[in-house]
């Protein structure tokens, strides 16, 4: 399976995006377009960096009524983007529902994955706040489970999930991983991370990067530096 490292374009405009992005010469990343920069700035942004050669996950992690997701889904389907997502915790349902509008007539669509447990989430919070009982573990196993039979590709999780996501859904469903920082540098808001070395020892799929490369002094070092530990390049 393809793995790559996604820089999270965390920006609240076009000038600022496509200013960092013009200092990545000569390479393409791969581009996470979140709700901050959606928001702001709608899908012209994402027409402007798909033309300009980057592939983008869309992150706009729906969640809502089954027949909404279809329908916005359909709407996001023309926007050729090559992977977007929804929140488990919309149940069965809802994942089928999003595959349906987002595959187009011809048979094709994006990749499709679902958010199991924020990595900012901590097992506390969600057992004393949502009122979910069980461990942070198998709440994230059973919604991938149910991320895979409603039919999509994988999940959004912490690296230190990866390998409990492989285990019960099998090597080919994809991880993509938020939650990623260098040994030597701030946690922020995240609770469950990891390094990127350690993240490709784990399994993951993608990892997804953001302030360890948007706010650092130098990018485009910081986002080498995690190839090179996420891809051993
Ligand atoms: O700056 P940082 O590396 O923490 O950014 C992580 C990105 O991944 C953010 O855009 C955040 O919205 C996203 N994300 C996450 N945890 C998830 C799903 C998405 O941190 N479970």
Redesign the pocket.
Known sequence: MAKDVII?C?FSSKEQTLAFLDRFTGRKPFV?I??ELYYAEGPEIVREIKKRGHRIFL?L?LHDIPNTVRKTMQVLSRLDVDMTNVHAAGTVDMMRAAVEGLTREDGTRPLLIA???????SEERMQRELLIGASIEATIAKYAENAKEAGLDGV???PLEAQLVKTACGAEFMTVT????FADASK???VRITTPARAREIGSDYI????????ADNPVAAYERCCKEFLNE
């Open positions: 999270a965390d996470k979140g709700m992150d992690k958010v199991t447990q924020l990595t900012s989430t959004v999780c912490s938020p939650g990623i920082r922020d808001d995240q997804v990067v953001g302030r360890p490369v948007t706010a």
